[in-house]
T-cell receptor, first 113, second 115 residues
Framework: KAGVTQTPRYLIKTRGQQVTLSCSPISGHRSVSWYQQTPGQGLQFLFEYFSETQRNKGNFPGRFSGRQFSNSRSEMNVSTLELGDSALYLC????????????FGPGTRLLVL | AQKVTQAQTEISVVEKEDVTLDCVYETRDTTYYLFWYKQPPSGELVFLIRRNSFDEQNEISGRYSWNFQKSTSSFNFTITASQVVDSAVYFCALSPPSGNTPLVFGKGTRLSVIA
């Protein structure tokens, strides 16, 4: 089975721009979660989607948004980028919801200049 | 509220030494799941183990072993005869058995194994 894939792997943007990151889950996985990882804040939960519905949302500003498509692929968007948005963005998928193992993708490293 | 504490921020050991990474959790649920993940320098979190709260048997997988003690709310991870390739950040995580609550991660322990 193919693992979780994320595109792009690396991205450089400037302040004020917007960015869209993509995550393709393992076949059969319907839940997709997004995390932001920075050296100072560690792993922080952004949101989780299941069957195209947002099930959970972390404590992030409205500039961070996401969606999930009928094939379970998910995208997250960050608008009006700030320097502090520079981070590793990780996507994790699992078959259903709580209790099941989440499998992570390789991440997208975003640098905001 | 659920919480995971990994008190060891960084650990450094010499190759072939044994090392134990501590994980202490808090939850009011009687049923829950515990996880360990490894994050090598490449960045991807690699799943290591999932343990149900009803299963207190220790588990061994090669050089890795896990000690689950419900009485002390701990789920510690031991690497025997450490190798340089074990150098990574290790995360412990907690999840309820159902519902919409996301995984709760500890802040991670950075392990450096020196040759």
């Amino acid at each position: 089975k193919a693992g979780v894939t994320q595109t792009p792997r690396y991205l450089i943007k400037t302040r004020g721009q917007q960015v869209t990151l993509s995550c393709s889950p393992i076949s059969g996985h319907r839940s997709v979660s997004w995390y932001q990882q920075t050296p100072g804040q560690g792993l922080q939960f952004l949101f989780e989607y299941f069957s195209e519905t947002q099930r959970n949302k972390g404590n992030f500003p409205g500039r961070f948004s996401g969606r999930q498509f009928s094939n379970s692929r998910s995208e997250m968007n960050v608008s009006t980028l700030e320097l502090g948005d520079s981070a590793l963005y990780l996507c994790a998928t699992r078959p259903g919801l709580a209790g099941e193992t989440q499998y992570f993708g390789p991440g997208t490293r975003l640098l905001v200049l | 509220a659920q919480k995971v504490t990994q008190a060891q921020t960084e650990i450094s050991v010499v190759e072939k030494e044994d090392v134990t990474l501590d994980c202490v959790y808090e939850t009011r649920d009687t049923t829950y799941y515990l996880f360990w993940y490894k994050q090598p320098p490449s960045g991807e979190l690699v799943f290591l183990i999932r343990r149900n709260s009803f299963d207190e048997q220790n588990e061994i997988s090669g050089r890795y072993s896990w000690n689950f003690q419900k009485s002390t709310s701990s789920f510690n991870f031991t690497i025997t005869a450490s190798q340089v390739v074990d150098s990574a950040v290790y995360f412990c995580a907690l999840s309820p058995p159902s519902g919409n609550t996301p995984l709760v991660f500890g802040k991670g322990t950075r392990l450096s194994v020196i040759a």
